[in-house]
């Protein structure tokens, strides 16, 4: 019997990235040294932090003066001024400023809290912010990686984020490249040969959750490589996921 | 160097299941079809699909009377009256009910479309209903299981669901048994010896997702095996990832 499998490996042994980092370099020289292969079809999943550190995409909160909106809010919230003026700049709406929660929509259209701004597995003092372009990074990544390689591959630059409804955080997908985000079901046949009717499968994201259960947070594993989903190729791109205003029913 | 790698396994070779039918059974001779081993923590992932159908949760829409307010709502929405009727039933209250869709929150506490009642991979004519206690049947399974083989597993059953601000639908966690649906991170450390704050993984939803990739939709596929992942033990349920209405800022 003809069995489906995925293998998802966790590549580690990556030196502390810096501003100007080749990612993929450093990513084959994460494969050598678990003297694995790269194969056709491979999917990479990296992690936002290295993608931003490496684009230089990182704040001293030092250097931040926060305005006074920021100021009352942090004042009324325990939190860090600096931290909120920050995250308000990387802004374009602000959809819940409460519980010392604050949602938004950053400039790129994510949703999620804190706009990506993140203190954690960086330097005291020190911030990330999301990437300019996620997709643009995952697009230079997985070039470089396929010419490194000589194959085709998919990239996805994943972050952690919140949801409504559900407790916990899961991680998704911002950059995609080399695949379609979607598998799309519409029109094709269930096993009783009925139509299967408004099922678009956001893989990426599934993808970015299933590279999550070998990245860890504490695990020093930025990033992952999964093997044998026959992903659907195209010029997909990670922005497609983010469903307009318009068509939102919970904004 | 040590590599984390997990596995992904698609079982299949299911007959139809119908009312009554032994999951565990079925599972088991899937397994053994496929002279595959099941070993201590693995994690078996479920369709919420397959449970339904042999807990009987299937209605026939001919036996279905429609209410006043579905047959209105489906006549201005091009539904199937009794379609909505079902769901209506199904529902402690309705979120949205606008542009064709009905997001509502379950008897459950599940917040999805339709109330998770589906028409695909059924005969014609017929719908599933959600179990009716996803974390029972789980558990139920999962313990079956664990006799069969000797062995310490978790096990999680699956559905299909959409969410707010982002396109495409993900597999999420109903039901868990086995396991904690989190890995809280909170008080740990990161990389560079900072403290972690509100970082808990709902890992039970990314181990549906993850199972998803192997499932498909049309592949007859309705377990997945995930081997590798070092799970929170302990009494875990899905209905812990249910936020509660007070916690949510979204409803």
């Known amino acids: 019997m003809a069995v489906s499998e995925l293998r998802v ?28 292969e790269v194969k056709d ?10 993608v931003s550190k490496a684009e230089g995409q990182v704040l001293k909160l030092a250097d931040v003066e926060p305005s006074a909106k920021a100021q009352r809010w942090a004042r009324d919230h325990g939190k860090d001024a ?24 950053t400039q790129h259209g994510f949703i999620c809290a804190n706009a990506g701004v993140d ?13 300019k372009d996620s997709d643009r990074s995952a697009a230079q990544i997985r ?20 949801r409504p409804w559900r407790e916990g955080l899961v991680n998704v997908a911002l950059g995609v490249s080399g ?17 299967l009717h408004a099922t678009q499968m956001a893989v990426a994201d599934q993808l ?11 695990k020093g594993v930025p990033v992952a490589l999964i093997r044998g989903f026959d992903y659907p190729e195209g010029p997909g791109e ?7 205003k318009e068509k939102d029913l919970f904004r």
């Open 9 to 36: 490996i966790g590549l580690s042994g990556f030196p502390e990235v810096s501003r100007g980092a080749n990612l993929a370099a450093l990513i084959a020289q994460s494969i050598w040294n678990a003297n694995l």
């Open 238 to 244: 990670g922005r497609q996921i983010l469903r307009s």
């Open 119 to 131: 203190t954690s597995n960086i330097a005291s003092g020190q911030v990330t912010l999301l990437p």
């Open 82 to 105: 600096r931290l909120v003026e920050v995250v308000l700049r990387e802004s374009n709406r602000v959809l819940r400023m409460e519980r010392g929660l604050l949602i938004v929509e």
């Open 179 to 195: 695949m379609t985000p979607f598998i799309d079901y519409r029109g094709q046949k269930d096993c009783f040969g009925g139509e």
């Open 208 to 218: 970015a959750s299933t590279a999550e259960l070998v990245m860890g947070k504490t």
């Open 143 to 162: 070039q470089d990686l396929e010419r490194e390689f000589g194959v085709r591959l998919a990239l996805i630059v994943s972050d952690t984020f919140g």
């Open 41 to 50: 079809k491979d999917i990479f999943v990296v992690a936002q932090k290295i």
